[in-house]
């Protein structure tokens, strides 16, 4: 098993800046590929980022060149950091994790809110 936690999200303005934290803790040597995903009212879940164990990173294209997603293997923590945020980026934001046996964990979520 695996257990994952958000924290970060909060309330910012368009232009503005969050870093959002994912903190692992269980069968973390079973971790492999984690990534952040969101979902807007009304909306189905999308992938923001995923980072593999070894660092190569792929990026959804509304959010390349404005998030950058990292990982640290030795604390155990998955970063998301968010910078130009717009309107369109509210959502709740979900660290996602998938082990070497293909299970899949989610942590329970953060809301980002981006709003004059």
């Known amino acids: 098993q695996v257990q994952l936690v958000e924290s970060g999200g909060g309330l910012v303005q368009p232009g503005g800046s969050l870093r959002l934290s994912c903190a692992a803790s269980g069968s973390i040597f079973r971790i492999d590929t984690m990534g952040w995903y969101r979902q807007a009212p009304g909306k189905q879940r999308e992938v923001v980022a995923i980072?593999?164990?070894?660092?190569?990173?792929n990026y959804a294209d509304y959010v390349k060149g404005r998030f950058t997603i990292s990982r640290d293997n030795v604390k155990n923590t998955l970063t998301l950091q968010m910078n130009s945020l717009k309107p369109e980026d509210t959502a709740v934001y979900y660290c996602?994790?998938?082990?070497?046996?293909?299970?899949?964990?989610w942590g329970q979520g953060t809301q980002v809110t981006v709003t004059s």
């Open positions: 980072i593999t164990r070894g660092g190569s990173t």
């Open positions: 996602n994790a998938i082990t070497t046996s293909n299970s899949l964990y």
